[in-house]
């Protein structure tokens, strides 16, 4: 068996908890959240990074929010209620935003390190950026940014 993420460790240890403590709703999000990382853990075939971890339960998230969505307009609210409680479930494990000024020191240091200049570079710098926000920035505000230093 390949080696377990940390994240993945984590959250198998508070499932535990969790069914000890008879928690049965928090238990099953939590193993829901396991599957998800040991299915990209087995995909990749090697151990996962924990920025690999944050994408995989940032992606979860964002499944969460588009339920959510779904069910409200369907006036399921008791589906939407369980899809609330995973997504907010999740952001205990998920790291802290960073900030806009952080955000943009970041960018400034990618655009230095991979010597860009238009916007044609942009890819390079996406590629050194996201390993460093692995989980603490949402993409489109990361390459909106990126743009904008970049002039395009």
């Known amino acids: ?3 377990l993420g940390v994240l993945e ?4 240890d508070d499932g535990t908890a969790a069914l000890k403590a008879g928690d049965k709703r928090r238990r099953a999000a939590l193993s829901s959240f396991v599957a998800a990382l040991k299915k990209e853990r087995i995909d990749s075939g090697k151990a996962p990074s924990e ?3 944050f994408t995989v339960l940032k992606r979860e998230r964002k499944r969460r929010a588009e339920a959510i969505e779904l069910y ?3 006036g399921r609210t008791d589906l939407a209620d369980q899809e609330r409680y995973e997504e907010q479930l999740l ?3 998920m790291p802290e935003e960073l900030r806009d000024e952080e955000l943009e020191q970041l960018v400034d240091e990618a655009i230095v390190a991979t010597e860009s200049v238009t916007a044609k570079d942009m890819g390079r710098v996406m590629g050194w950026l996201k390993p460093k926000v692995a989980g603490r920035a949402d ?5 909106g940014l990126v743009r ?4 395009s």
């Not at 460790?9 to 198998?12: A, M, Y």
């Not at 993409?139 to 390459?143: A, Q």
């Not at 904008?148 to 002039?151: H, I, M, N, R």
């Open 1 to 3: 068996m390949r080696e």
């Open 9 to 12: 460790e984590r959250i198998r």
């Open 51 to 53: 920025a690999d971890e």
């Open 72 to 74: 409200d307009r369907a």
């Open 91 to 93: 952001a205990e494990y």
């Open 139 to 143: 993409g489109k505000r990361l390459s």
């Open 148 to 151: 904008e230093k970049l002039g």
